[in-house]
């Protein structure tokens, strides 16, 4: 054999072993770059919009709009709130009516003992998560001073079951359509709202409280870290009866 086609024969077995190492090398990383995102879970379930190989907290802006756009909501249209009626105008109706006085007992209850007008109507006093397992109540009051709530932040082990409470007083008058609105933001963009229909309450001295569906804390490595949420209480005619912000740290651990 020449040397010439010795030169040959050893440059096409250079080029087919090189060909072979870059398709298995492309081939590796296609294959933990599908482990990782298979084995990653975020707030949303639209966790494909982020890489995950980044440390924790290290999601970049584009992600987090990519998860937002995935999570906008389209606002309610053509709605408009019935008219509104005193507890006096409901009861009025109808005196002669015994089997419908008894039934408007039983709906606005017994009432209250006293009203004072300077208060609200309605009331929000507290906020609290329901979760099993947390080492220590998580709770918020908000009668106090709001601005101190956005320096402290609820400790949440990543993937445990929670539940948000809500608890409210209603004062003097009937009030319908009562909504909680939850704005959920990372990196000062929102990657989450979700709207919450309360209902409608009479008035009565004891408190109210909402519990919201099971929510579950996000899993895995960007997950954790520390989310500021805003929150809002409505009504049918959205009036803000309450807005207030607080922080959500995901951990590892309740203590990691």
């Known amino acids: 054999m020449s040397f010439s086609s010795q030169v040959i024969i050893r440059h096409r077995f250079i080029i087919s072993v090189t060909i072979i190492i870059v398709f298995m090398t492309a081939f590796c990383h296609a294959v933990t770059f599908?482990?990782?995102i298979s084995s990653y879970q975020c707030w949303c379930?639209?966790?494909s919009a982020l890489i995950p190989d980044m440390a924790e907290?290290?999601?970049t802006p584009e992600q987090l709009a990519a998860i937002a756009a995935e999570n906008e909501e389209p606002e309610p249209v053509n709605y408009k709130p019935p008219a509104q009626k005193s507890v006096k105008e409901i009861q009025d109706l109808d005196k002669d009516d015994e089997s419908l006085r008894k039934y408007k007992e039983t709906l606005l209850g017994p009432g209250v003992t006293s009203a004072d007008p300077t208060i609200p109507n309605v009331?929000?006093?507290?906020?609290?998560l329901v979760c099993e397992g947390s080492p220590k109540p998580l709770i918020l009051d908000l009668k106090g001073d709001l601005e101190a709530l956005k320096k402290q932040a609820f400790v949440l082990k990543e993937g445990v079951e929670y539940k948000?409470?809500?608890s409210f007083k209603v004062n003097r008058e009937i009030v319908s359509g009562l909504k909680y609105v939850q704005?959920?933001?990372?990196?000062?963009l929102r990657i989450d709202k979700t709207d919450y229909?309360?209902?409608s309450y009479g008035p009565r001295d004891a408190e109210y409280d909402f519990l919201t569906s099971l929510e579950e804390a996000p899993t895995g490595l960007l997950a954790r870290g520390q989310y500021n949420i805003k929150s809002k209480f409505t009504d049918d005619d959205k009036h803000d009866l309450l807005s207030w912000e607080?922080?959500?740290n995901i951990k590892k651990d309740w203590t990691d």
């Open 45 to 47: 379930p639209h966790a």
């Open 164 to 166: 948000i409470k809500i």
């Open 57 to 59: 907290d290290e999601v």
């Open 123 to 128: 009331q929000v006093t507290g906020m609290s």
């Open 183 to 188: 704005q959920t933001y990372r990196k000062g």
């Open 246 to 248: 607080w922080n959500l």
């Open 197 to 199: 229909m309360v209902g």
């Open 34 to 36: 599908m482990f990782l």
